[in-house]
């Protein structure tokens, strides 16, 4: 089994910078794509940055300038750098691997629980 912890959540006011990162654990051979999501209270989740396991990455365009990506698969970790915040970035942010099971190319997907960032105005 697989297992994504995030940590790195909580209370920040708007304008501070806040830092994400998700650690995987498991039967892992290699780690492909990985990510952030996020999810408002009645919203729907939606991509906020990916990042390849060829170093490629995108943001979605709300975050752009301000949100890094970043990873490292000697850690098997990926990071969320966030400035410049905004109540509106205020979400449950979910991790997302993609996981390589053998050294043959089988892969699975697997999420985190969510941590809670909130960002006062």
């Known amino acids: 089994q697989v297992q994504l912890v995030e940590s790195g959540g909580g209370l920040v006011q708007a304008g501070g910078s806040l830092g994400l990162s998700c650690a995987a654990s498991g039967s892992i051979f290699s780690l492909n794509d990985m990510g952030w999501y996020r999810q408002a209270p009645g919203k729907q989740r939606e991509l906020v940055a990916g990042?390849?396991?060829?170093?490629?990455?995108n943001y979605a365009d709300s975050v752009k300038g301000r949100f890094t990506i970043s990873r490292d698969d000697a850690k098997k970790t990926v990071s969320l750098q966030m400035n410049s915040l905004k109540p509106e970035d205020t979400a449950v942010y979910y991790c997302?691997?993609?996981?390589?099971?053998?050294?043959?190319?089988?892969?699975?997907?697997?999420w985190g629980q969510g941590t809670q960032v909130t960002v006062s105005s």
């Open positions: 997302k691997a993609v996981v390589i099971r053998t050294h043959w190319g089988i892969s699975s997907i697997y």
């Open positions: 990042n390849t396991s060829g170093g490629s990455t």
